[in-house]
């Protein structure tokens, strides 16, 4: 009981996260401010979803594929955020 509890909780705030990135794509006006709230919404929100799946799965090798594939993407995220600045900023200039 106590584990659903826990879970779901952390499944939501990942949940709000993300929905609070996805706000900040649409109402920030800068496009370095849009890129900067989605990616960082983007690492917690998943994070904490993935967290709150862990608690649910069963094995620990389900667990372990889950924070792989969390490292997958944040280095994933990482990446693109800094393309599409730099890709930005060689545009403006």
């Given at each position: 009981?106590?584990?659903?509890?826990?879970?779901?909780?952390?499944i939501l705030i990942g949940s709000l996260f993300l929905l609070i990135?996805?706000?900040?794509?649409?109402?920030?006006?800068?496009?370095?401010s849009r890129l900067h709230a989605l990616?960082?919404?983007?690492?917690?929100?998943f994070g904490f979803v993935v967290l709150g799946?862990?608690?649910?799965?069963?094995?620990?090798?389900?667990?372990?594929?889950?924070?792989?594939i969390w490292v997958f993407v944040v280095v994933y995220s990482s990446i693109v955020g800094y393309a599409i600045a730099n890709s930005k900023r060689k545009r403006d200039a």
């Open positions: 009981m106590l584990i659903e509890i826990l879970s779901t909780s952390l990135g996805s706000v900040g794509l649409i109402r920030l006006r800068d496009s370095y990616t960082k919404a983007d690492m917690l929100g799946v862990m608690f649910s799965v069963s094995s620990l090798g389900d667990a372990l594929k889950l924070v792989i």
